[in-house]
């Protein structure tokens, strides 16, 4: 149809709103985290930021959680994208797990045919600990 009120063009499940995303680090307390969110029927638009934690591990994954829906079970993973402003990141995406409000960044392992997951040395540096994500996932 063409008209401006139609029952088919309505939307009947619109959502926005804010979230507070959590990060495993140590002194993840201290952070400052924000994030910001739009769902339109099953699927889910993020985007945040998180700064100043206190963990330069490299052998831990970041995993960033309390995302304001759970991913829906679609047995794999959904991919979304990520941006952070330090200087030696590289391009990287990212994964919103199944069956959780989980998410964790991945980087192309260099000539070979997979990824690997992002570690906390790999963002860090002396001045400035700063993720800025967004990410797209279904939710069931």
């Known amino acids: 149809g063409s008209g401006t009120n139609i029952d088919s063009n309505k ?14 680090a140590n002194g ?5 985290r924000s994030g910001f969110y739009t769902k339109i029927g099953m699927l889910v638009f993020i985007t945040g930021i998180i700064t100043n934690w206190d963990n330069t591990d490299n052998t831990t994954n970041i995993t960033i959680s309390s995302l304001p829906f759970t ?23 990212v994964i919103v797990k199944s069956n959780t409000a989980d ?20 963002v860090y540096n002396d ?14």
Not at 11 to 24: A, Q
Not at 72 to 89: H, K, L, V
């Open 71 to 93: 991913a829906n079970n679609n047995n794999g993973y959904i991919n979304g994208g990520c941006i952070a402003n330090q200087s030696n990141f590289q391009p990287t995406g």
């Open 11 to 24: 939307l009947d499940d619109y959502e926005e709103g804010t979230f507070s995303p959590t990060i495993n």
């Open 103 to 122: 998410m964790e960044f991945i980087k192309n392992n260099t000539g070979n045919n997979n990824f690997l997951y992002m570690k906390f040395n790999t």
């Open 28 to 32: 993840y307390g201290s952070a400052t």
């Open 127 to 140: 001045t400035s600990r700063s993720i800025r994500f967004y990410a797209t996932y279904l939710t069931g």
